[in-house]
């Protein structure tokens, strides 16, 4: 499969200059000017061409908080604007998170003042939900860097499983979580992972079927026409008796994609409670790998890989996370009973 080119993003903006904060973290400050090409044009769209680094949804809340001063006095969004007006913010960051932090240790794989990127371990929930209302990666998180309350989520773009090991980007800055937002949107972040499949796949493909809600199992996902769409690209990473190791590529990013897709093709994740089916077991397997297939506690898949672009710099990203210990074994297993 080509790879997709990645278009460099930057939340930079050379007319305006960098932001002031009397309170780091807790204010944005900005004076601007809105440029005479604006004319005509709502004051809300006027304001977010001069400040893509922030998204549309959070200067509306500033402009109808009254955070926003055109010519000293406040404006509303759905008024037009002639160009030239001067414009004043100054805008609190409201925290958006009420979860207690809880420190754990975290593999931290990249950190700088605008990006984190963490390899998650299995068995940690990422978000708090129904049963899970504490001691999951948010809260971690939020004891790492406090500053991260600010934000959606804690500054999470995407999730993974609870037991799906691997790679995860959390934005520092709001800037930032605009920016790498509107990159997943657009495609430009690769996430690749490592799945070790049952069954002897003889080539790669891609898997284009929509994934909607089971429509009696509401807990699990399924492909149906109706649903919506997703595509996973796949090719082999390394052949085994009866098993295949398969680095997946995901183009879109559905609930459960890579376990469905794979399931549905017929080569199912190992260990995978949901859409695993029956464990099998290959013949003429010793005890030992038997009972290590038998008993492996998680779908074995893995976040191996991220490819993208700095949202401050536009600089190219390639980052990795080597396979989890508990897959590793398992591997090393299959491949000395292949031999």
Known sequence: MASRP??????ANPALGPPTAQAPGEFREHALILPVDAAGLRFDQALARALPQYSRARLKAWIECGEVQVDGRPLRGKDRVLGGERVQI??????????RPESMPLAVVFKDRALLVVDKPPGIVVHPGAGNPQHTLQNALLALDPQLALL?????LHRLDKDTSGLLIIARTVEAHTALSAALRAREIT??????????????GTIAEPIGRHRTARTRMT????????VTHYRIERRFRAHTLVRVTLETGRT?????????????I?????YGGRRRIPAGASPRLAEALRSFPRQALHAARLALAHPLTGKEMQLEAPLPKDMEELIEMLAAEAA
């Not at 959606?152 to 999470?156: D, I, K, T």
């Not at 492909?223 to 997703?230: M, P, Q």
């Not at 459960?256 to 199912?268: E, S, T």
């Not at 190992?270 to 949901?274: A, L, Q, R």
């Open 270 to 274: 190992v260990g995978d409670p949901v």
């Open 152 to 156: 959606p989520r804690a500054g999470l």
């Open 191 to 204: 996430r690749q992972y490592l799945a070790l499949c049952t069954g002897s796949l003889t080539g790669g």
């Open 223 to 230: 492909v149906r026409a109706d649903g919506r769409e997703a």
């Open 6 to 11: 990645m278009r460099r993003r930057s939340i």
């Open 256 to 268: 459960h994609q890579i376990r469905v897709h794979l399931a549905h093709i017929g080569f199912p």
């Open 90 to 99: 100054r805008a609190r960051l409201p925290v958006r998170s009420e979860l």
